[in-house]
């Protein structure tokens, strides 16, 4: 192995490590993921999600592509991870927990600590296209999140979008 792919394979064991620490119950999380690639981890501690339609996302993104997807949220976030739920429709963007206390932009959600996440594994990204879940922008590092204003930027721009365009 290359020394860039065992930096790569520590780095997912540490964000595991961190993301997992969300479970009820650690090994059948882990469980979860190597069989399903999903796990339900508990909103509300080290942190929660934002939940965004992915209607708002690709009116900001101007595009359904991926690629192009993956590329504008990673810079319109600032590296921030988040991840998709295909089949849904629903981008999930990692934030603070703290983030629930101001939290009101119409159309999202942001979930308090009586909620759970179906988190995917690290590494499960777009080029994984039957994932139900995967990450659209990959976690760099553990407890390494998206800034709330970041999205309500990136929210902002696509109600815009939509508002120049008239497509909903």
Request: a positive charge.
């Given at each position: 192995m290359t020394t860039a792919g065992a930096l790569v394979q520590a780095r997912d064991?540490?964000?595991?490590?961190?993301?997992?620490?969300?479970?009820?119950?650690?090994?059948?999380?882990?469980?979860?993921?190597?069989?399903?690639?999903?796990?339900?981890?508990?909103?509300?501690g080290a942190f929660t999600g934002i939940r965004v339609p992915a209607s708002l996302v690709t009116a900001a993104v101007g595009s359904e592509q991926r690629a192009r997807v993956s590329a504008h949220l990673?810079?319109?976030l600032h590296r921030g991870p988040v991840f998709a739920d295909q089949t849904a429709g629903w981008y999930y963007c990692l934030v603070p927990?703290?983030?629930?206390?101001?939290?009101?932009?119409?159309e999202t959600e942001c979930f308090g600590d009586d909620h759970y996440l179906g988190v995917p594994c690290p590494g499960i990204d777009f080029q994984h296209p039957r994932a139900r879940s995967c990450w659209a922008v990959p976690m760099d590092g553990p407890a390494e999140l998206c800034s709330p204003d970041a999205i309500r930027q990136l929210i902002d721009v696509a109600r815009k979008k939509t508002a120049e365009t008239g497509v909903q």
């Open positions: 064991r540490a964000i595991s490590n961190w993301l997992l620490a969300a479970a009820d119950n650690r090994d059948r999380a882990q469980r979860e993921w190597n069989d399903r690639g999903v796990a339900p981890l508990r909103c509300g990673s810079a319109a927990a703290t983030a629930c206390e101001t939290w009101r932009e119409p």
